[in-house]
């Protein structure tokens, strides 16, 4: 896998689309200029990796849209030194993204498929999560938790418990929450049972699944 001149120019003009948009992240827009999304994406879709549009991959999922990646790792804030939970490894290329904020970073997949087609993908390009796991992300990853920052790319029906719990005090949680139009939410943890909600406009995403479907 190459990355040339050619997707490093393609790339610049897709974070000045994304600065229009919104995104104001100086951190975030820095680290999405460095990683090749087209690296990501299946062969036959490669020529639209830097269009602002989200893309099938395996297993009846889809590498989410440049915007709505940035616009999630926007909100959820990541500073160097937090401990990063993401449920949804999909194609990786939101991980890989984590990874240019925080090394701190621990992802889990439900689709065997994509699961092991990542694990190939993180060592090709030395990307090392602490823990790439495959597993039901309802359940968060409770062997490792507590964490600073959970961020979910599925859509859910309702926001599972167990991540709430697994945040720390003052911790943040970033999830779309619906069943075909997903508002995009942010907990925020103030005490042991106590949360600030924010909501951030409607996206869509693949569902979020567990073990029962």
């Known amino acids: 896998m190459k990355d040339t001149t050619k997707h490093q120019g393609l790339r610049r003009q897709l974070m000045e689309t994304l600065r229009?948009?919104?995104?104001?992240s100086?951190?975030?827009?820095?680290?999405?200029?460095?990683?090749?999304?087209?690296?990501?994406?299946?062969?036959?879709?490669?020529?639209f990796a830097y269009e602002d549009q989200a893309y099938p991959i395996a297993a009846e999922q889809t590498i989410s849209q440049p915007y709505t990646v940035a616009f999630q790792s926007q909100i959820l804030e990541?500073?160097?030194?937090h401990k990063v939970?993401?449920?949804?490894?999909?194609s990786g290329y939101q991980t890989a993204v984590l990874l240019g904020l925080t090394p701190h970073v621990y992802t889990v997949e439900r689709q065997q498929e994509l699961f092991k087609k990542t694990q190939r993908l993180f060592s090709q390009l030395n990307l090392r999560p602490k823990k790439?796991?495959?597993?039901?992300?309802?359940?968060?990853?409770?062997?490792?938790?507590?964490?600073?920052?959970?961020?979910?790319?599925?859509?859910?029906?309702?926001?599972?418990?167990?991540?709430?719990?697994?945040?720390?005090?003052?911790?943040k949680l970033v999830i779309?929450?619906?069943?075909?139009?997903?508002?995009?939410?942010?907990?925020?943890?103030t005490s042991e049972k106590i949360f600030d909600k924010e909501s951030f406009g409607n996206f869509r995403f693949v569902p979020l699944?567990?073990?029962?479907?």
């Open 20 to 24: 229009k948009k919104g995104i104001s």
């Open 85 to 90: 939970l993401e449920i949804g490894t999909g």
């Open 176 to 189: 779309p929450v619906g069943v075909k139009e997903h508002v995009m939410f942010r907990f925020t943890k």
């Open 26 to 47: 100086a951190e975030v827009l820095q680290v999405m200029t460095t990683i090749p999304r087209h690296f990501f994406m299946d062969p036959g879709l490669v020529n």
């Open 132 to 171: 790439n796991v495959f597993g039901d992300g309802y359940k968060g990853l409770p062997d490792t938790a507590p964490y600073d920052r959970i961020i979910v790319t599925a859509g859910a029906p309702k926001v599972p418990k167990e991540l709430l719990q697994q945040l720390v005090v003052g911790g």
């Open 78 to 81: 990541v500073a160097p030194h």
């Open 209 to 213: 699944l567990n073990d029962k479907n």
